[in-house]
Every structure is written in C-alpha cells, then in structure tokens.
C-alpha cells in the first residue's frame, strides 16, 4: 500500500511540473474586468491571512462597518450602501446576528423594519479586526505611491458608479 500512495505522489509532481508553461492569455490581460477579478481574488488571499482566524470575510467587514458608523441602519439602507439585493443583505445579517455581531432592533419609526447595530462582542470584534485591515491595505497597496493610491480608488469608484 506505501508503494502505491508513493506512486500517486510521484504522478501529482510530474503532472504538476508538466503544467508549468508559459501560457497565452490572449485579451485577458487588457480586459478591465479579468484585471478586477485578479485584483480581487488578490485582496481576498491577502484580507483571509491578517483577519482570517477572526472568522470575517472583506464583505462582513464591510457590513459591520457601515453598521458601526451608522447605528440603527436599517436592512434596505445597508443593502443600497453595500451595492447588493434585500435577500443577500438578509442573509449577511442573519449570519452575523447568529454569530452574536450583530443586533436587529425594531425600528422606532417603522416597526415593520430593523434597526441594526453592533453587539458588544461585534464592537471587540471591530476593535480587533481594525488594525488588521489597515495592515491588509498597507499590503495590497504596498506597489503604489499615495498620488496612484488616489487615482486608482477613484478610477475604481468611477468604474462601480457607472454600472446600473
């Protein structure tokens, strides 16, 4: 059985060696959106190693900072400011509310509604995950200059604002 667990192993090398080639992207590279892809898939890798073991994703982060800027936001509020459906906002709140981050409040002028704020263990969390997320940022942003820091955030917003 070890012989044959070490053939499996020697075959994963060599059709992994076998698979390092120059490959030819054709317009990927000049393409907008793959560039964004990559960039993202970037940031994700790199966000997951300096807050990963807190359990947040860049997204949650995202969520649980406008909540905490913003205290008594409601549910349509947050998904309008985050770019995404009721139903997704639902389902991010629900993941965070059962993480015990975050509180849904019946809103004083809308009892149909929610206000949402940040429980005591999502403020400790925040706390913690701040400086982690500056530190990301640093990292990502580390091949740029402050000026190309300005202009791509901007390039980036321009681009988001123009999609419907």
């Known amino acids: 059985m070890s012989t044959r667990n070490g053939d499996i192993k020697k075959r994963r090398r060599r059709a992994t060696s076998k698979v390092r080639r120059k490959l030819n992207y054709d317009i990927l590279p000049e393409l907008v959106g793959y560039q964004l892809r990559r960039a993202q898939l970037a940031m994700f ?12 994703t860049p997204g949650q982060f995202g969520v ?7 205290p008594g936001l409601n549910q349509s509020e947050l998904g309008e400011a985050m770019g995404v459906d009721r139903s997704t906002m ?23 509604s929610y206000a949402l704020q940040l429980s005591k263990s999502g403020e400790a969390l925040m706390a913690r995950l701040r400086p982690a997320v500056l530190q990301h940022e640093k990292n990502l942003a580390a091949p740029l200059n402050e000026t190309e820091q300005s202009q791509l955030i901007e390039y980036l917003r321009r681009v988001a604002d123009n999609i419907p």
């Not at 890798?45 to 947040?56: C, N, P, R, T, Y």
């Not at 993941?95 to 004083?108: C, D, H, M, N, Y």
């Open 45 to 56: 890798q790199d966000f997951m190693s300096v807050a990963g073991e807190l359990k947040i």
């Open 64 to 70: 649980m900072t406008l909540i905490a800027a913003n």
């Open 90 to 112: 639902v389902a991010v709140i629900d993941k965070l509310e059962t993480s015990g981050f975050v509180l849904r409040k019946t809103a004083p002028n809308d009892r149909r």
